[in-house]
Structures are given as C-alpha cells and as structure tokens.
C-alpha cells in the first residue's frame, strides 16, 4: 500500500512539469515580446510612444489572422506555403470584381473568404486524401494560386479609387481609440481559439497532430480532419488578403507574396509546434506582434530593410531549435522520473 | 463437449493468416470465458499479436470467425469493436500526449452541451467516475504528456470502462511496470472480472499466471497448442508446450573450435532506462548467442557496444584495450561491426546495387586521390558474391530485388568488409526461409572458424542451441545467465528468459 503510495506522490510533480512545460512556450513569448520592448524603449525614445505602440498591433493586426490560420495547419501537424497566394488571389479577384460593381455593399467580404475556403480545400484534398506531403502540395499550389493570380490581371493593377470607398474607410477606422483592424484580429483569433478549446472539433484537430497512430485507434477521421484545417486555414488567409488589400488601398498581383514565411515565422515564434499537436493560435497571433515589433524597432534605429529577412529568418531556426531542446529536455527529463520509480 | 452454459465472451473458430509464404496464424480455435481471466501465452513470433489484431479488426483474417457474446462479428477497425464492448490496451499505449487526461478518455465521443460546445464538466466528471471506480488516483486535467506507461494504461483502461465493456484485451500489460504497478493493475483486473466481464491477458512473465489468470491458451508457431484451467497445468508443462517443436534437423549442431583470446569484454554495461550491469566476454573464435524476450534489452545492449546509443555506466574492452563506444563510425574503425535486426531499414540500402552496398563502408579506403577506384570496388563485390554465395544476377542487381535470405548475405559481406574482429548479428535469420536459415548458420560458423568473435542475438530458441558455443539470457535488462550450450535446453533458456527461476522443472 504504501509502496502504491509512493508511486502516486512521485507522478504529482511530474504532471504539473509537463504542463508547465507546454505553458513555458506561450509565457516565453509574452516575456520575449517585454524583453524586446524594453531593448528598443532603452534604444529609441520614440518606441514607447502611444502613436508607436498603436502602429506596431496595427502592422501586426492583419498577420496575426494569417500566423493563427497557419497555426491551425501546423497543428494537425501538416504546413501551408501557399497562404500569401491565397491572400493574393482572393484579394485580387474580389478587388476587380468591386471595380466593376461600384454599388456593392459589405456582403463583398464574403467573396475573398470563400475563394479563400476553396483554395484551402484544395490544399486539404491533396495532403489529407492525394497523400502528397504538405510542403510539396502547397509549394506547387503556391505557384499555382500566383500564376493564375498573374494570369487573370494580365499585367493590370487594382487602384484605390476604383475600390469602393466604405472599403478603404472601415479599414481606417477606429472603435473606442483601437483601429479596428486590432480589434477585428483580436475577435477572429479569440473565435479561432474558442473553437479549438471548446469544441470537439477542435480537439480532434489537436489529436491529429499529436499522434496519428492513435487517431486511427479513436476512429477519427483523420483525413477529414485535416481537409477542415486547410480549409479554415483558406477561409482567414481570404478574408486577410481584403483586409490588406483595403489597408493598403492598391492591389498588385504581387500582394502578400513572402507572407508563407511571415506566417509560418509568427506561428513558430509563438510557440505552435512544427511538429503538431502543440500550440495556440492566439500564441501565433502574440508572434506576429513579436515580427511586428522587431520590424518597428528596426524602423526606428535605422536598421537596414535587409536585415528584416535575416532576423525574420533567425526568428523560425531560432524558435524552432528552442521547441527542439525543450522538447528533449522534457523526455529527458520525463525518462529520469520513470527510472526512478523502476 | 457443447453444453448450455451462457455463450463465452469471445470465441475464435479457424482464424488463419498468412503473410506472404510465412504462415502468422493456422486454424486457431479457442473460447474466452465469461467472467473470467484469460492468458495468452506464446513465444516470440507465435501469433498473440497478430490474434489480438484480427479479433479487434487492425488486420482481418484469411479465414476464420469470431464471436463476441455468442454472436458472429467482423470489425473493421478498433472502433467498432470498442462499440462492441471489446477493448485493447496496447503494450505502448495510443494516446495524445498533447491533450489533457480528460480529453484523451473521452476523445471520439465526448459529451456535448449548449451549441454541441464540449461539456467540460461533464468531461471531468466522468473521467473521475471512471478513476473512482478503477481506485486509480489520476488527476483528469493532467496533461497526458507526463505520465508513466502504468498511468498510460489506466488512462486507457477508463476509456474502456466508460463505454460498454464487455472484453478487455492488455497486451503485454506488465513488461514496463513496476511491481507495485502491477499489483495495481492486477487489483483493477480481478475488479472487472468480479463484475462480470472478461478480460485476455497476454504476458511472457508466467509467474503472472498463478497470480491473475483463471484460464491459459498457448499458442505455438501460430496454432493453438491447447486451453486448459490455470490450476491443471503446471508453469513447467506450459513452457514445454510453448517450445515444445522438435530441434529442426537443418540446423546442425555446431562443434565448438579452439577460442583465442578475448576480443570483447564488457563489465557493468549500463543504460539509464534499458539495461544494467551486463558483464560478458567473448573470444576470438567463439560463438555466443544471446536470448531473451523481445523488448528485454537484448538489441540495446548491442547497439550500446557499438557505439549507436553510448552507454552510460560501465566499460567495454576490445580486443584488450580499453574503448569508450561513441560512434558508430568510430567502433567500426576499431573492429566491432553490428548487423542490424531490420536490415532493410537499418542495414542495406535497397534502392542501391550491391556493389554500392558491399563497398559503402570502406569507399575511403577504396578512392585514390578522393576518386573512387571503379576496378577495386568491383573487385570487393565480386568477392563477396563468391565469398558468401548471393544468389544474384551480378553485382549490379539492386538489393531490394533480392529475396531475404540474399539480402542478409548482403548485408555480412557488407559490415566483413570493413575486417572486424568483433561481429555482433542482431536476429540473422529472422524473416528468411529455412534453407537460407541453414546457409546463414553455415557462414556464421565459417567466421567464427577464422578467429573472429561473434555474438548472435536471436529469439529462435532452436537456432541459439544450435550455432552458439555458450549463451547469454538477457531478462528485463539483465543478464540472467551464462550457460555453455551443450547444457542448455530450451526450456531452461525459456525459464531463464521469463524469470521463473527458482522452480523445479522436470523436462522429459
């Protein structure tokens, strides 16, 4: 009895670690976020400027949709490279489509979502039903989407003022001194979070990623499963690509290209685990303000634009090589407490 | 024999199932009694396994029915027989290591609420419902992450419990849990039995079979030795008829050569977590064999040797110098090669010729001026085609057209040419036909002839009397014993191996 006993008292602290474990990586970003921030107040007097501060969650704003939409990907444990060319598509044929229809009204928002819902299931068809690895299904649908992007402007751009102006305004506007765009970002991750935490759903998007051998023993249907998260993944991607293409009022065929790595860099760096099962969204939306505030604070001290893609880059070795570490550590560190109790 | 007491819980009439040419399961009949504890008890590779994948729908049968509660069943996946009311708790249990204890237990058919949001409540409740009426003490919010296999298992058990239960299968429950572990699950065993419901044991400790099990089915090279009441078979009965096959007249009894000198010594080899204490040594010409179950740490006490995962306590001498294993790279360089139980995956590379796999360990010494010299490394292959008789169209053949028994040739002139003095063969034979079997052992016996040292890992009880000079049991990471082979019998290496020491046994 007493032996039993012992076993239950050892296995206490061990379950409070590994959650801890887990907890460390979203904490680590926030205290990441305020390490930074205190770097660059000490830098640059104009850093912690309320006009500042309301800038960078602005930047930010419109990515942290994006890195929360690759977070839902990266969960299920797959990737998503063609998100900027998502964006690009869907905002460039809805752009044209209000040029040529000047009366259209806010319904408009739907369009770019749904092309953005059907680009993504694309994607999920291929990786969860054609069994094509992720990388390369959305590498080639990357390509894809932008081609067709080039193909179907024929060289033409979108101007603002052929874009109805309720589109440029809203953007513009601001709800109880927050710019709007903040507050929608913060409502749409809040929805994205809830709906992984409260629904059974979402905690089967979770499983997936976190052990597929197992999945299959619990009778989900992995497949459909990760078609959902490619296509949730493509309705947000749609839906930032207007929200982009209204903020910045000219739409190119070029727009947002480069955001996969933006993206996936956010979602790294805030704590979403490349290898599945492991993150929040509302973690990757902390990380695209961490992206933001370094290109700010960059801005600030007059950092080359250069540099911008070496840190971003370091930003993904970097976090990715933390989870690595933490990750052998915990096993470690799990694998010593077993031995101890044979 | 039929009688009318009530339909057994489960019954198996004909299951067959063949992979390929090797034949996993013959015509296996059996009934599982209700409200009873069954063992299934078996040698390494006698069809436990594969039985427990038929009957809980992983794999289907060639031929063959099953029956839950008196009715004819066909699962397609573990999820209708857990509808069913048939359960199975694997040796390493399928959980999300990511999702809270709770979520893991209720994973597939939560209860929902308000807007079909999870009821979390709800959630938690019966999770500790479970728990309660288990007499675990696990917390349902804990993160699965962090538990230990025993706690795993509990999870795993709850998620049985909670659903409709009729039959709950363990496999091999017990081989990484601490005695007080064990003594826990064996009180929830006995709880769910008292209730009613039946549950199938598959274990190798027999010691476990006086302790829980009611009834014991043996199986036997895929078919059904026997099922008899626990209390009318001695554990010495069961183990003969676990081994019982006669000693294949192919494997000729080897006759011991002239041993040199020692050419590997370990002393207190350890692995946090895998093996302890193991002190061995072999000479120069001698055959070694090492037994034991799967899983008892067998194959990483070899890869400690050679340097894949270095061992953490104790030394290794080689060939009487003091060597510290790190690499791989670096115990080859010394003369100690190790021959991979997975050949296809760990030890050839199927997708190249076998000249590119014969000559991939010594390409350095082969190059002049950093250029591969073509010539010599035709040369080498064309030895080791002789050498160790590849049936093969040449040496340009690509090795995943070769049958098994091929491959493994492959796969020795391969590590031979790097000249080791130390040769260490994880399972040789396992997966090839008889009469490869036969020409393995030969080549084997062959080295050792020429003064290398060799230790051979295999669970073939038949083959380790056959080709060793002297064996090892390895049991749960332990070396258990050391015995010349001339006065080893399978029964005493399976006693050995299954840690019922300390029993008399009378073999005929």
Request: hydrophobic residues 50%; proline residues 4%.
């Amino acid at each position: 009895m007493s032996a039993e006993n012992a076993v239950i008292a050892a296995a206490a602290p061990r379950r409070s670690f590994g959650r801890f474990a887990l907890k460390l990586r979203v904490s680590g970003v926030v205290a990441f976020l305020v390490i930074l921030g205190a770097i660059f107040a000490v830098l640059s007097p104009q850093f912690l400027n309320a006009q500042n501060l309301s800038a960078i969650v602005s930047n930010a704003a419109i990515l942290s949709i994006v890195a929360a939409a690759q977070a839902v990907v990266l969960i299920t444990r797959n990737l998503d490279v063609s998100v900027g060319s998502i964006m690009g598509f869907a905002a460039y044929l809805t752009a044209d489509f209000a040029a040529q229809h000047q009366g259209i009204g806010p319904i408009l928002i739907l369009m770019p979502m749904i092309i953005g819902g059907m680009l993504g299931a694309l994607n999920g068809l291929l990786v969860a039903y054609g069994k094509v690895s992720p990388l390369i299904a959305t590498l080639g649908t990357m390509s894809i989407y932008r081609g067709l992007t080039y193909l179907y402007a024929r060289g033409q751009e979108v101007t603002s003022n052929m874009l109805p102006r309720w589109m440029l305004e809203t953007v513009d506007l601001r709800v109880g001194g927050f710019p709007v765009l903040v507050i929608l970002a913060v409502v749409v991750v809040a929805i994205l979070g809830a709906f992984l935490r409260f629904f059974p759903v979402g905690r089967r998007i979770y499983a997936v990623g976190s052990n597929p051998v197992a999945s299959a023993y619990f009778g989900l249907r992995t497949e459909r499963i990760v078609l959902l998260a490619y296509v949730i993944c493509g309705v947000l991607c749609g839906l930032a690509g207007f929200l982009y293409a209204a903020r910045v009022g000219t739409v190119t065929v070029i727009l947002a290209s480069g955001w996969e790595l933006t993206s996936l860099a956010a979602a790294v760096v805030g704590g979403v685990s490349v290898t599945g099962g492991s993150g929040l969204v509302a973690g990757a939306a902390l990380g695209a303000v961490v992206l933001a505030t370094i290109d700010n604070g960059l801005v600030l001290l007059r950092v080359p634009e250069f540099w911008r893609m070496f840190i971003q880059g370091s930003a993904i070795v970097g976090a990715a090589t933390a989870d690595v570490i933490i990750g052998a550590q915990i096993r470690k560190s799990l694998q010593s407490r077993r031995r101890g109790t044979i | 024999m039929t009688d009318v007491s009530p339909s057994p819980a489960l019954r198996v009439e004909g299951i067959t199932k063949t992979y390929g040419s090797s034949r996993a399961l013959s015509d296996v009949s059996f009934e599982v009694a209700k409200g009873r504890v069954h063992a299934l008890v078996g040698e390494n590779g006698a069809g436990k396994s594969t039985l427990v994948k038929i009957v809980t729908g992983i794999i289907g049968a060639d031929h063959g029915k099953v029956f839950l509660g008196g009715k004819p069943v066909r699962f397609h996946n573990p999820v209708d027989a857990r509808r069913a009311g048939l359960a199975a708790v694997y040796q390493d249990p399928k959980l999300f290591p990511h999702l809270d204890v709770a979520e893991n237990i209720t994973m597939g058919n939560a209860p929902v609420g308000r807007f079909g949001m999870l009821d979390r409540k709800q959630m938690y409740a019966l999770s500790q419902a479970a728990f309660d009426e288990l007499g675990v003490s696990l917390d349902p919010h804990a993160l699965t992450a962090g538990l230990s296999v025993a706690e795993f298992q509990f999870v795993e058990i709850a998620r049985a419990i909670i659903s409709d239960l009729q039959l709950l299968i363990l496999d091999e429950p017990t081989s990484a849990l601490t005695p007080a572990e064990v003594e826990k699950l064996f009180r929830i065993v006995r709880d769910l039995r008292d209730q009613g419901k039946s549950v199938m044991l598959i274990t190798h400790r027999l010691e476990e079979l006086d302790l829980i099990a009611d009834d014991v089915t043996i199986l036997r090279d895929g078919a059904h030795v026997g099922t008899y009441p626990v209390s009318e078979v001695t554990r010495a009965d069961i183990v003969q008829k676990m081994v019982g096959r006669p000693l294949d007249s192919l494997f000729a009894q080897r006759t011991p050569g002239n041993a040199g000198a020692e050419a590997l010594r370990v002393e207190g080899l350890g692995l946090a977590g895998q093996f302890s204490d193991v002190s061995f040594s072999i000479r120069a010409g001698e055959i070694v064999g090492m037994a034991g179950l799967v899983g008892s740490g067998r194959s990483e006490i070899a890869q400690s040797c050679f340097g894949m995962t270095p061992p953490s306590r104790g030394e290794v001498y080689l060939n009487g110098k003091r060597v510290k294993p790190r690499s791989p790279r670096q115990m080859l360089g010394l003369g100690l090669a190790y021959l991979p139980e997975d050949r296809d995956a760990q030890g050839l590379i199927m997708a190249e010729s076998i000249m590119a796999n014969v000559t991939l360990p010594i390409v350095g010494e082969l190059a002049r001026l950093g250029v591969l010299d073509t010539a010599a490394q035709r040369a080498v292959a064309e030895e080791a085609l002789a050498t160790y008789d590849v049936r093969a169209t040449g040496i340009d053949q690509i090795v995943s057209l070769l049958s098994g028994g091929n491959r493994q040739k492959v796969a020795f002139a391969r590590w031979l040419a790097t000249k080791p003095s130390v040769l260490i063969l994880d399972e040789p034979t396992h997966g090839i036909d008889v009469g490869s079997k036969a020409q393995v052992h030969h080549i084997i016996a062959r080295l050792a002839d020429t003064g290398l040292a060799i230790l051979v890992i295999s669970s073939d009880l038949p083959e380790v009397l056959a080709i060793s000079d002297r064996i090892l049991v390895i049991a749960e990471g332990e070396l258990v014993d050391d015995i010349e082979a001339a006065t080893a019998t399978q029964e005493t290496i399976m006693m050995a191996a299954t840690r019922s020491t300390g029993e008399t046994v009378n073999v005929g």
